[in-house]
């Protein structure tokens, strides 16, 4: 069965600095894994995707994941935060199109 | 192009009544999900449609449905409504499978569901 772990809910960080929200997951088969950021009142936004092409994954607005087979991680990084980043991100695992199965999400401030 | 609309972006409903919510998804996907968001579950999977067909179901009561139309457009329905149903409820469309490597998944805004 598909699982994610989100080890933090909530990460907080000053502007300029790295941002790392970490992510395990546990999937029968070879899953597709995504990171999602939500704002207030707004929908799922994706980050990025992972599909096996390459381990190092680049998504918009800088970020970027790697995943690691042999720790069933798929951490987020961003090298410097901006105050926009502010929002709630989740990490999610699919296996072969099938539903998402969301993580329980961290929760991302960023101080000035 | 215009992206994934979903209507009414707001509801308030009594326990015991019905409601209809509804999903457009961007022009040409034909795959068509649903996934409902609260705080204390967070994010969970209700149902896909690709052509009109339910695909996928999540673990929901029957009191949660679906459909999709010719047009890809999706409705989903919930029948005697609880107040635990209080939910912002995402839909979501991609073109024919999003477990592809070409293909994403993109979100809708929600309909945000009050139970009274």
């Known amino acids: 069965a598909q699982s994610v772990t989100q080890l933090d809910s909530h990460v907080s960080v000053s502007e300029g600095t790295p941002v790392l929200l970490r992510c395990n997951y546990s999937?029968?088969?070879?899953?597709?894994l995504f990171w999602y950021v939500q704002h207030p009142n707004k929908g799922l936004q994706l980050l990025l995707k992972?599909?096996?092409?390459?381990?190092l994954v680049k998504g918009i607005n800088g970020f970027e994941a790697e995943f690691k087979k042999s720790e069933t991680s798929f951490h987020l990084t961003k090298p410097s935060a901006h105050m926009s980043d502010a929002a709630e991100y989740f990490c999610?695992?699919?296996?072969?199109?099938?539903?998402?199965?969301f993580g329980k999400g961290t929760t991302l401030s960023v101080s000035s | 192009k215009a992206g994934v609309t979903q209507t009414p972006r707001y509801l308030i409903k009594t326990r015991g009544q019905q409601v209809t919510l509804s999903c457009s998804p961007i022009?040409?996907?034909?795959?068509v999900s649903w996934y409902q968001q609260t705080p204390g579950q967070g994010l969970q999977f209700l149902f896909e449609?690709?052509?009109?067909?339910?695909?996928n179901k999540g673990n929901f009561p029957g009191r949660f449905s679906g459909r999709q139309f010719s047009n890809s457009r999706s409705e989903m329905n919930v029948s005697t409504l609880e107040l635990g149903d209080s939910a912002l409820y995402l839909c979501?469309?991609?073109?024919?499978?999003?477990?592809?490597?070409?293909?994403?998944?993109?979100f809708g805004s929600g309909t945000q569901l009050s139970v009274l």
């Open positions: 979501a469309s991609s073109p024919e499978n999003f477990g592809l490597p070409e293909e994403k998944l993109f």
């Open positions: 999937s029968s088969y070879s899953p597709s």
């Open positions: 992972y599909t096996s092409a390459a381990t």
């Open positions: 999610v695992v699919s296996e072969a199109g099938t539903a998402l199965i």
């Open positions: 022009s040409g996907h034909r795959s």
């Open positions: 449609y690709f052509s009109e067909t339910q695909r």
